[in-house]
């Protein structure tokens, strides 16, 4: 059964820390993407990348970065994490090329807390 | 997608009804659409897509529409059942098949 996998499922972090959330997908895809997930505002676009070691900015990516050293995994960097990064974060692998049934697979989502 | 609030529309239907949930979408040159479901705790699942060439399509007690004139998308869900119960999404895209734009959500809370 192919998946997304998200390292945890509940993190609870202080500010100014550094926080990684990891993502590891076992379909080949070739893109992979973060999202936050707050109440009201659907799912907004942090980073994405569509190849190893590329990477590219969605719509709102201050005070994240992002790394995709191999093809399967993509980790999620908050570089000090603060209050208002508290959310659940979603991410999601998709094919290069659109085909039959073409979305996005997503993982479970981390909850992420900051105190 | 459908326009932000700070509240997620909730659609309360009895078991057995039918459903319907909508979506605005914002780009008149979105071509293909998903829509997912979200249970709780869990990431959002595909359930049905359309291309932009059609304006209807069947899956198994799902339906979605599509009118590209006014914007908006449907998912019809028959029979509906308490394991239906979740928020939905509405996601589109234009050509660049890699990114899609989601929708706020619709919470839809099936009655027994």
């Known amino acids: 059964d192919v998946k997304v996998t998200q390292s945890s499922r509940y993190l609870v972090k202080r500010t100014g820390e550094k926080v990684f959330l990891e993502c590891v997908q076992d379909m080949d895809h070739e893109n992979m993407f973060w999202y936050r997930q707050d109440p009201g505002l659907g799912l907004r676009l942090i980073y994405f990348s569509y190849d190893v070691k590329m990477k590219e900015k969605g719509d709102i990516p201050e005070g994240y970065s992002v790394s995709r050293e191999k093809k399967e995994r993509f980790s999620l960097i908050l570089e000090s994490a603060s209050t208002n990064q508290t959310s659940m974060y979603l991410c999601?692998?998709?094919?290069?090329?659109?085909?039959?049934?073409?979305?996005?697979?997503f993982g479970s989502g981390t909850r992420l807390t900051v105190v | 997608g459908e326009s932000v609030g700070l509240h997620l529309p909730t659609l309360s239907v009895q078991e057995g009804d039918n459903s319907i949930i909508n979506c605005a979408y914002s780009n008149s040159a979105s071509d293909y659409f998903i829509w997912y479901k979200q249970e709780s705790g869990k990431g959002p699942q595909f359930i049905i897509d359309?291309?932009?060439?059609?304006d209807k399509r069947q899956g198994q007690r799902v339906t979605v529409l599509l009118n590209k004139t006014v914007k908006h998308l449907s998912l019809q869900i028959a029979a509906t059942q308490p394991g239906d119960s979740a928020v939905y999404f509405c996601a589109e895209t234009t050509n660049n098949f890699n990114k899609f734009y989601f929708g706020s959500g619709t919470k839809l809370n099936v009655k027994p």
């Open positions: 999601a692998s998709s094919l290069e090329e659109a085909g039959p049934n073409y979305g996005y697979t």
């Open positions: 359309i291309r932009s060439n059609m």
